[in-house]
Protein backbone atom coordinates (compact mmCIF):
# COMPACT_ATOMS: atom_id res chain seq x y z
CA UNK A 1 0.00 0.00 0.00
CA UNK A 2 2.99 2.32 0.59
CA UNK A 3 5.72 1.32 -0.99
CA UNK A 4 8.11 3.95 0.48
CA UNK A 5 7.30 2.79 4.19
CA UNK A 6 7.07 6.81 4.57
CA UNK A 7 3.98 6.60 7.55
CA UNK A 8 4.53 6.44 10.96
CA UNK A 9 3.36 2.28 12.41
CA UNK A 10 2.71 1.18 15.50
CA UNK A 11 1.13 -1.53 16.99
CA UNK A 12 -1.07 -1.74 19.99
CA UNK A 13 -0.59 -5.14 22.51
CA UNK A 14 -4.18 -6.81 23.58
CA UNK A 15 -4.48 -7.08 27.23
CA UNK A 16 -6.02 -11.05 26.73
CA UNK A 17 -7.23 -10.70 30.53
CA UNK A 18 -9.94 -8.21 30.00
CA UNK A 19 -12.88 -9.12 28.29
CA UNK A 20 -14.70 -8.57 24.98
CA UNK A 21 -16.55 -5.38 26.20
CA UNK A 22 -13.18 -3.96 27.66
CA UNK A 23 -11.59 -3.83 24.16
CA UNK A 24 -14.49 -2.77 22.40
CA UNK A 25 -14.91 0.61 24.83
CA UNK A 26 -11.62 0.85 24.53
CA UNK A 27 -11.13 1.01 20.86
CA UNK A 28 -13.56 3.92 21.14
CA UNK A 29 -11.03 6.53 22.42
CA UNK A 30 -9.19 5.64 18.72
CA UNK A 31 -11.60 7.44 17.35
CA UNK A 32 -10.08 11.14 17.78
CA UNK A 33 -6.84 9.25 15.39
CA UNK A 34 -9.35 8.30 12.58
CA UNK A 35 -11.15 11.66 12.55
CA UNK A 36 -7.69 12.57 11.79
CA UNK A 37 -6.73 11.12 9.22
CA UNK A 38 -5.18 7.61 10.73
CA UNK A 39 -5.25 4.56 9.51
CA UNK A 40 -6.40 1.81 11.83
CA UNK A 41 -6.00 -1.86 10.79
CA UNK A 42 -7.14 -4.90 12.87
CA UNK A 43 -5.68 -8.37 11.69
CA UNK A 44 -7.22 -11.12 13.17
CA UNK A 45 -9.48 -13.95 12.17
CA UNK A 46 -13.23 -14.21 12.71
CA UNK A 47 -13.06 -18.01 12.50
CA UNK A 48 -9.53 -19.43 14.28
CA UNK A 49 -9.08 -22.68 15.94
CA UNK A 50 -5.38 -23.93 14.92
CA UNK A 51 -6.57 -27.13 17.01
CA UNK A 52 -9.02 -28.23 14.46
CA UNK A 53 -7.32 -27.26 11.43
CA UNK A 54 -7.34 -29.93 8.42
CA UNK A 55 -5.66 -28.67 5.43
CA UNK A 56 -7.41 -31.37 3.29
CA UNK A 57 -10.36 -29.28 3.93
CA UNK A 58 -10.97 -26.87 0.89
CA UNK A 59 -14.07 -24.86 2.96
CA UNK A 60 -14.75 -24.02 5.96
CA UNK A 61 -16.59 -27.04 8.39
CA UNK A 62 -20.27 -26.30 9.20
CA UNK A 63 -19.96 -24.87 12.19
CA UNK A 64 -16.93 -22.71 11.28
CA UNK A 65 -19.46 -21.12 7.96
CA UNK A 66 -22.27 -20.96 10.46
CA UNK A 67 -20.51 -18.58 12.96
CA UNK A 68 -18.54 -16.11 10.57
CA UNK A 69 -21.99 -15.68 8.51
CA UNK A 70 -23.61 -15.04 11.92
CA UNK A 71 -20.77 -12.36 12.19
CA UNK A 72 -21.36 -11.17 9.08
CA UNK A 73 -24.97 -10.48 9.41
CA UNK A 74 -24.25 -8.65 12.48
CA UNK A 75 -21.50 -6.35 10.91
CA UNK A 76 -24.13 -5.72 7.88
CA UNK A 77 -26.82 -5.15 10.41
CA UNK A 78 -24.87 -2.79 13.05
CA UNK A 79 -24.98 -5.39 15.52
CA UNK A 80 -22.08 -4.81 17.83
CA UNK A 81 -23.82 -5.83 20.83
CA UNK A 82 -23.55 -9.44 19.29
CA UNK A 83 -20.20 -9.34 17.80
CA UNK A 84 -18.59 -8.04 21.35
CA UNK A 85 -20.63 -11.10 22.79
CA UNK A 86 -19.73 -13.47 20.68
CA UNK A 87 -19.91 -15.70 23.11
CA UNK A 88 -23.66 -15.98 23.55
CA UNK A 89 -23.71 -16.90 19.64
CA UNK A 90 -24.25 -20.78 20.19
CA UNK A 91 -21.78 -24.01 20.30
CA UNK A 92 -20.40 -22.57 17.03
CA UNK A 93 -18.87 -19.66 18.69
CA UNK A 94 -16.90 -22.26 21.42
CA UNK A 95 -15.57 -23.90 18.17
CA UNK A 96 -14.87 -20.42 16.20
CA UNK A 97 -13.36 -18.72 19.03
CA UNK A 98 -11.82 -21.17 21.32
CA UNK A 99 -9.54 -18.25 22.54
CA UNK A 100 -10.32 -14.60 21.79
CA UNK A 101 -6.43 -13.10 20.77
CA UNK A 102 -7.26 -13.42 16.98
CA UNK A 103 -10.91 -12.63 17.26
CA UNK A 104 -10.46 -9.11 19.41
CA UNK A 105 -9.05 -7.13 16.66
CA UNK A 106 -12.58 -7.00 15.36
CA UNK A 107 -13.25 -5.29 17.84
CA UNK A 108 -11.48 -2.59 17.76
CA UNK A 109 -12.30 -1.75 14.32
CA UNK A 110 -16.15 -2.03 14.43
CA UNK A 111 -15.92 0.29 17.79
CA UNK A 112 -14.78 2.98 14.84
CA UNK A 113 -17.78 2.46 12.54
CA UNK A 114 -19.96 5.88 12.62
CA UNK A 115 -23.79 4.98 11.98
CA UNK A 116 -24.97 4.16 8.46
CA UNK A 117 -20.84 4.14 7.39
CA UNK A 118 -19.99 1.84 4.32
CA UNK A 119 -19.15 -1.76 4.88
CA UNK A 120 -17.69 -3.89 2.45
CA UNK A 121 -16.35 -7.49 2.27
CA UNK A 122 -13.44 -8.96 0.37
CA UNK A 123 -11.70 -12.22 0.99
CA UNK A 124 -14.67 -13.80 2.25
CA UNK A 125 -13.15 -17.23 2.05
CA UNK A 126 -13.49 -20.49 4.61
CA UNK A 127 -10.13 -22.59 4.80
CA UNK A 128 -8.94 -25.77 6.47
CA UNK A 129 -12.10 -26.41 7.82
CA UNK A 130 -11.70 -23.91 10.70
CA UNK A 131 -10.32 -20.56 10.02
CA UNK A 132 -12.17 -17.92 8.54
CA UNK A 133 -10.47 -14.85 5.72
CA UNK A 134 -13.30 -12.76 5.58
CA UNK A 135 -12.12 -9.05 5.65
CA UNK A 136 -13.41 -5.95 5.45
CA UNK A 137 -13.49 -2.25 5.15
CA UNK A 138 -15.28 0.33 6.66
CA UNK A 139 -15.82 3.72 5.02
CA UNK A 140 -14.67 5.21 1.84
Not at 30 to 54: E, T, Y
Not at 124 to 134: D, E, P, V
Amino acid sequence: MFPKADIPTFQLSLDYTQPPSYHYELAKELQLLRKKGVLIIGSGNIVHNLRMVNFDEPGGFDWAVEFDTKIKNALEEGDHKSIVGYEQLGAASRLAVPTNEHYLPLLYAIALQQKNENLSFFNAKNLAGSISMRSFIIGS
